[in-house]
């Protein structure tokens, strides 16, 4: 995989970012209107007939993050709740996608929605339902160990924290924002499938479920890891992210399929001797 030089990081002008986001939401609310897709809705009806477990997944609530302040994560637990209110039980029919933020709506405070951990340019910052990230990270992280199909995701596109106990292949999440930076995914299959969100005590945790068992098992891996160097003095991280197929019956190896490419602009020094504290 080559990789190109990448361009550093432009500061925008507060006027600019907001009238660029007043346009990019503006645009997304007719595509959703006039697209002509078929959008999953938030319902039960079918809940009883799909029990058959294809992937299921769960991240920690709570993580000590180096200059993050901790009451960013606890506020992130009400934002998290708010927003899988939404998504649970939500039922994507064969030809439906699902759109996170068309379901979520925009996190506001009237909503119940408070300030939680953002991060903006690579940096770290409070803002109204932040956090959400980690819920649009675990559904495409799921999504992609099932048959559907991820119409759109967006990767990120700074690589804020060294990966102290990282147990995913970097860049194998989603990231959002309210409401064009999407994840949408399409069931491209003969059958429904039924997402399941839910908060413990100590875990965000999820599930796809589906009216028959699965067929495939699918491994998740990365592949051309590389950091880059930049001529402006930063550093880059690159990799594209594969997935392996599997039959159930035979246990034998059926595919290898990429999945997407990473590029992210590294945030911390990745010279870090690796018995130094990251966090």
């Given at each position: 995989m080559q990789?190109?030089?990448?361009?550093?990081?432009?500061?925008?002008?507060?006027?600019?970012?907001?009238?660029?986001?007043?346009?990019?939401?503006?645009?997304?609310r007719l595509f959703w209107r006039f697209s002509g897709l078929k959008f999953?809705?938030?319902?039960f009806d079918m809940a009883d007939s799909i029990h058959y477990q294809h992937f299921s997944h769960k991240t920690p609530l709570l993580r000590q993050l180096k200059d993050v302040d901790m009451w960013m994560q606890h506020n992130k637990i009400i934002n998290l709740r708010l927003a899988v209110k939404r998504l649970d039980g939500v039922v994507v029919k064969p030809?439906?996608?699902?759109?996170?933020?068309?379901?979520?709506?925009?996190?506001?405070?009237?909503?119940?929605?408070?300030?939680g951990m953002l991060l903006k340019q690579g940096q770290v910052m409070a803002g109204?339902?932040?956090?959400l990230c980690q819920l649009s990270n675990l559904i495409y992280w799921m999504a992609i160990h099932t048959p559907l199909t991820v119409s759109e995701r967006h990767r990120h596109s700074f690589d804020v924290f060294p990966d102290a106990n990282r147990t995913q292949p970097f860049g194998s999440g989603a990231t959002c924002f309210y409401n064009y930076v999407d994840l949408m995914i399409k069931n491209e299959t003969d059958?429904?499938?039924?997402?399941?969100?839910?908060?413990?005590?100590?875990?965000?945790?999820?599930?796809?479920?589906?009216?028959?068992?699965?067929?495939?098992?699918?491994?998740?891996?990365?592949?051309?890891?590389?950091?880059?160097?930049?001529?402006?003095?930063?550093?880059?991280?690159?990799?594209?992210?594969?997935?392996?197929?599997?039959?159930?019956?035979?246990?034998?190896?059926?595919?290898?399929?990429?999945?997407?490419?990473?590029?992210?602009?590294?945030?911390?020094?990745?010279?870090?001797?690796?018995?130094?504290?990251?966090?």
């Open positions: 990789y190109k030089a990448v361009e550093q990081p432009k500061n925008r002008t507060p006027l600019r970012l907001t009238l660029g986001k007043g346009y990019f939401r503006f645009k997304r999953a809705k938030q319902r030809g439906e996608t699902l759109s996170y933020w068309r379901l979520i709506g925009k996190p506001t405070r009237r909503k119940g929605y408070v300030d109204v339902g932040g956090g059958q429904p499938f039924l997402l399941t969100l839910q908060l413990t005590d100590s875990h965000l945790e999820g599930k796809w479920l589906s009216t028959s068992p699965p067929t495939h098992h699918y491994e998740v891996y990365e592949k051309s890891h590389a950091i880059h160097s930049q001529f402006w003095g930063g550093y880059t991280r690159h990799n594209t992210i594969h997935r392996r197929v599997f039959c159930i019956q035979t246990g034998t190896q059926q595919d290898d399929q990429f999945v997407t490419q990473n590029h992210a602009v590294m945030m911390y020094n990745p010279l870090i001797p690796q018995n130094s504290p990251l966090v």
